[in-house]
């Protein structure tokens, strides 16, 4: 059964930085992708940034540009570090990984 646990959210200030974590456990990580999404309240989730198993890289629109995704599958972790964050990316951080998801790391960018 595939666990996923995010950390690194929190309160930053407009144009700050966050790196997000996801630690995965029950699954061979390497051999599958896995991504970050996020939902704001009162709208869908929607992608972040996705790594394919060969580190291939997709991104949404929405952080295109002020975010990277990357993975160390030694540590069956994966990241994503976002730069020039506002107040519009406020929201909760989900990790998907072989069709699971985890619990959601919020995210506020407030002064």
């Known amino acids: 059964q595939v666990q996923l646990v995010e950390s690194g959210g929190g309160l930053v200030q407009p144009g700050g930085s966050l790196t997000l974590s996801c630690a995965a456990s029950g699954s061979t990580f390497s051999v599958s992708g896995i991504g970050w999404y996020r939902q704001a309240p009162g709208k869908q989730r929607e992608l972040v940034a996705w790594s394919t198993s060969g580190g291939s890289t997709t991104y949404g629109d929405s952080l295109k540009g002020r975010c990277t995704i990357s993975r160390q599958n030694a540590k069956n972790t994966a990241y994503l570090k976002m730069n020039s964050l506002q107040p519009e990316d406020t929201a909760v951080y989900y990790c998907?990984?072989?069709?699971?998801w985890g619990q959601g790391t919020q995210v506020t960018v407030s002064s």
């Open positions: 998907l990984h072989r069709e699971t």
